[in-house]
């Protein structure tokens, strides 16, 4: 053998792009989103990110380290369940629960499955789902963004001790002097009082919500700029988008005083946030172009069914872990034919 | 190096003047308007003709000696016909073909046979070969063969002959060309199709060959015409060459059944079944032969060669092989003899600073060598010299797969190698075979490029189906 010469199997081009690169390039684009919730509600909104991130790194090591996988963090998929899930839960929300929906999501949604790239759901929404379920009043506590003096003190419930129920936090918005603020969200005065908040008030973020999910607008730039970069398959926001504006649609027109218009679907909520950085989970979701079309109508509709008829105010995070279970299902009906068969691969 | 620079065929300075604007413009033409047909999938890597495409062929020296592998075709070696000290010309043949399935090899050059036995090969295990010392005062004439009309001759006579002339596909397949011009029984050929893709990176060889050797090719293709008994050929060419299309749409008379037709630049759209889907719409049945829908597809370094052997009986001893690759300091176009050692190549044409991988045929599919010492055989269409890669570029992490699904959407015939990859990981070599159809997979690369978990899938699968040979061999032995 020649001395030097090196000898691979072909092929010898690669495409260079790999996944850490994939999930940097995510976690750059959720950053904005991130510094606008910051933006919007202060301190509080920063110490959810920075707890529920670290908690879920912390958890990814810890985990790698017990199967001796060595190092996972490298890959920078956790960061992005972590930044996700802070993006999810209301600003106020107890730091200690946090960091329970933080550790519960990497452990349960990820670690347990055998880590990246064996989970059935998105990690992020498995640990909301949790908190949900164990903490259903600290998780619907919602405070007032642009709230004075939100960067010099908390949310009185961000400190709450761990395993003790939240601070109250009504005596703190009274204390605010806002006129008009009921403490719901405009998609719970919607649906329960059948108001629709201005759609550019909702598209642009000046309402309230979780940290993250406010400004429609932010997100849909960020979500198109990943797009752009060929790091997000645009057909699943684009197809969830549209299953949930279709479903709307004809409610709307049959009783627009009652339903929530398809404008107002899509502006409000966690949707958008869903649509682009979380129904769009490679992992999670389907793996052939007809079944992430599928996927995503499935998720649009589902989640305004669960809005419109469900008991919930928000339904996209159970119509996306929904989706994601069906993910391999849906990936083997929509196999294309291989070629010069009449099977499917 | 001074050395004669023979252009073949035709004239080929740079075209200036009212010629040259009226070809532009055909061109341009072309470009908004034809067809973009193609296959599903497939991918776009870099491609970096650029190096080579207006490089015409030139000749090189003889090396001081030629490799000649018995086997450099698929199929049954060659069994020489000459001695240790004989004095062989230039085109006499040298090695015969004892099998329907087998060609005859021609000598390369005149000179005197030194020895046969074990060489190397680029897929590593060594090959019986012929050592042939080549008389560098000779006059390297070829002195063989008498001058036949093709036109004259039956179909049968005219498949011998291509047998005789040594002919395999040159485009990498090395499949011996005689065998295909026989339909199995029951099987009509009506289409002839010319591959003219070259969908490797930088490979430009098949477009040189177009441009300069088209009389050959037309000639060529008429000659397969006859023996295949097609009633038509279409050229297909990928209209990232279509200066290819518009110079051959106008030298094709009018009155041959002869098309040139621009399909979509896409790798692989040279795998005989991907054309042969672009420009048809037909798919060879799994498991089948082309001539199951009627085609036989022939590459145009084949045809032009048989356009060129035939009308003077003579034997395959060159053939034009691209030189390149960002190791290489003057790339180009390269009339090479058969055993030709690839050191003597890359000497020829200068290698910049330090080697790193140098692969036979295309980056894509082709093989890296294991020795400088391996010949360019019948079925080398390039030589590709890369530089050394960074380590961390060699050693890429590799992730889990992340269901991204841009496999998927590479592979060109659907199959699932992200699936296929997870088996293969957990050794389910039979069920890769039984419910996702591994034997189907061509090899072509395209999942293992894209993946960015950085999973070896076509080497995995490449495996995989080696094992599952061996146990079906296995198996059978077992039943005997
Ligand atoms: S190597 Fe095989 S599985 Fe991969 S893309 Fe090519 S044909 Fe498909
Ligand atoms: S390209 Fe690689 S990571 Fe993506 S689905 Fe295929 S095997 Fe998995």
Redesign the pocket.
């Known amino acids: 053998m020649d001395k030097g010469i090196e000898i691979r199997t072909s092929p010898h081009l690669k495409r260079v792009i790999s996944v850490d690169k994939i999930m940097r390039t995510v976690v750059l684009a959720l950053l904005p989103i991130c510094a606008f919730a910051v933006y919007q509600f202060g301190l509080s909104a920063l110490l959810l990110l920075l707890t529920t991130t670290g908690v879920a790194m912390w958890t990814e090591w810890f985990f790698a380290r017990l199967s001796g996988k060595g190092n996972t963090l490298a890959d920078w998929s956790v960061v992005i369940t972590g930044l996700l899930l802070g993006l999810t839960l209301p600003p106020g929300f107890p730091l200690w629960m946090a960091a329970v929906a933080a550790f519960v999501g990497v452990a349960l949604g990820k670690a347990l499955f055998g880590g990246l790239g064996y989970n059935v759901m998105n990690p992020a929404l498995v640990g909301r789902a949790f908190v949900q379920a164990a903490f259903p009043v600290a998780i619907t506590t919602w405070t007032p963004a642009f709230a004075p003096g939100r960067f010099m003190e908390l949310i009185p419930s961000t400190l709450t001790l761990p395993f003790m129920q939240p601070n109250p936090v009504k005596d703190w918005v009274a204390g605010l002097h806002l006129d008009g603020w009921s403490g719901a969200t405009p998609l719970a005065i919607q649906k329960f009082q059948h108001i629709e908040a201005p759609i550019a008030d909702a598209f642009s973020g000046m309402i309230a919500g979780s940290a993250g999910e406010t400004s429609a607008l932010l997100i849909l730039i960020c979500g198109l700029w990943l797009a752009w970069q060929r790091m997000l398959d645009w057909r699943i926001p684009v197809s969830v988008l549209a299953g949930a504006a279709l479903m709307a649609l004809p409610f709307w027109l049959m009783d627009s005083g009652h339903y929530p218009s398809p404008w107002f679907v899509l502006s409000s909520g966690g949707l958008m946030l869903a649509a682009w950085f979380m129904a769009s989970d490679m992992v999670a979701s389907p ?1 052939t172009a007809r079944g992430v079309v599928i996927y995503g109508l499935f998720i649009g509709s589902l989640t305004v069914i669960i809005r419109l008829f469900g008991g919930l105010v928000e339904g996209v995070m159970y119509a996306i872990l929904l989706g994601n279970a069906l993910g391999p299902l849906i990936s083997s009906w929509t196999q294309p034919r291989v070629y010069g068969t009449s099977k499917k691969s | 190096m001074k050395h004669q620079t023979a252009v073949l065929d035709s004239k080929l300075a740079p075209e200036a003047g009212l010629s040259g604007l009226v070809k532009r413009l055909n061109t341009g033409f072309l470009r908004l308007f034809h067809g973009h047909k193609t296959f599903d999938h497939g991918i776009y890597p870099v491609e970096h003709k650029e190096w080579t495409a207006d490089k015409p062929i030139r000749r090189l020296p003889f090396a001081d000696e030629l490799v000649i592998p018995l086997l450099q075709h698929k199929g049954r070696a060659a069994v020489p016909i000459v001695k240790v000290g004989q004095e062989v010309v230039r085109g006499e043949p040298i090695a015969h073909a004892d099998h329907f399935v087998s060609v005859p090899m021609h000598a390369p050059a005149t000179g005197v046979i030194r020895a046969i036995g074990l060489a190397p090969t680029a897929a590593g295990p060594k090959t019986q070969a012929i050592y042939l010392k080549v008389y560098h005062a000779a006059s390297q004439e070829v002195l063989y063969g008498e001058h036949r009309e093709p036109e004259r001759m039956s179909a049968k006579d005219i498949i011998q002959s291509i047998q005789d002339a040594g002919l395999v596909g040159l485009g990498g397949g090395a499949f011996p060309s005689h065998v295909k011009m026989h339909p199995p029984a029951g099987r009509v050929i009506h289409t002839l199709v010319v591959n003219g893709c070259e969908c490797e990176p930088y490979l430009t060889c098949d477009h040189r060959i177009m441009l300069e050797q088209t009389d050959a090719l037309l000639r060529g293709i008429m000659i397969a015409l006859k023996a295949t008994r097609a009633e038509r050929a279409i050229i297909g060419v990928e209209d990232n060459k279509l200066d290819a299309v518009a110079h051959l749409r106008a030298r094709i008379p009018k009155d041959l059944p002869i098309t040139a037709e621009a399909v979509q630049t896409k790798y692989p759209q040279g795998a005989e079944k991907m054309l042969i889907k672009a420009l048809l719409d037909l798919e060879v049945p799994a498991g089948g032969l082309t001539a199951d829908v009627g085609v036989a597809v022939f590459n145009v370094g084949t045809l032009a060669q048989m356009g060129e052997l035939l009308p003077n009986s003579q034997g395959l001893i060159e053939r034009v092989v691209t030189v390149s690759g960002p190791a290489v300091k003057r790339p180009g176009n390269f009339m090479v003899p058969i055993g030709t050692p690839i050191r003597f190549l890359l000497d020829q044409v200068g290698v910049d600073g330090e080697l790193g991988q140098v692969i036979l045929g295309g980056p894509m599919m082709g093989m890296a060598v294991a020795s400088l010492d391996v010949p360019v055989t019948k079925s080398v269409s390039g030589v590709v010299a890369l530089r050394p890669e960074p380590e961390d570029a060699v050693r890429r992490q590799v992730y889990p ?8 959407s590479a592979c060109p015939i659907s199959l699932n ?2 699936m296929l ?1 997870e088996l293969a990981a957990a050794r389910e070599y039979a069920t890769m075979e039984e419910s996702f159809q591994l034997d189907q997979c061509f090899e072509c690369g395209c ?1 293992a490029y ?4 950085n ?1 070896p ?1 076509t080497q995995y699968f490449r495996i995989a189906k080696s094992i599952n040979r061996d146990a079906k061999k296995h198996h059978e032995q077992k039943q005997h």
């Open positions: 793996v | 797969c992340i269901k991204c699904g841009e496999c998927l190698p992200s990859g999942c894209v993946c960015p978990s999973i899938l």
